[in-house]
């Protein structure tokens, strides 16, 4: 397991009561989870990212992993396909009839 893993499972072993635990949750809540241990393990692993819907503007912090339905209603999925489609490393389409000038016939 990972060291951040096992760190998470001590702090959570030291109650509902613990600093730390307390901190944990209210940050879920600050961003609109649920506080249970689920989901604070995913914050404090890193898993919760904030994505914005592009229709509405709406700001979401989900695990994109676990909440594909939401991320399908974002229009994004695990691949993130808008970026790899931005990043330009095809070839250029081919545009039609632009020779080079120079070599044109006259007439």
Request: contains cysteine.
């Amino acid at each position: 397991m990972n060291e951040r893993w096992i760190a998470f499972d001590r702090i959570w072993a030291k109650g509902k009561n613990g600093k730390m635990v307390q901190r944990l949750k209210e940050k879920c809540i600050m961003r609109g989870l649920e506080p249970t241990e689920e989901n604070c393990r995913d914050y404090w692993m890193g898993y919760i990212r904030h994505y914005i819907d592009g229709w509405t503007g709406q700001g979401y912090h989900v695990n994109p992993r676990k909440n594909k339905i939401l991320m399908k209603q974002l229009k994004r999925n695990q691949n993130n396909d808008n970026r790899r489609r931005q990043k330009g490393g095809s070839k250029p389409s081919h545009k039609m009839g632009r020779g080079n000038p120079h070599k044109k016939r006259k007439v």
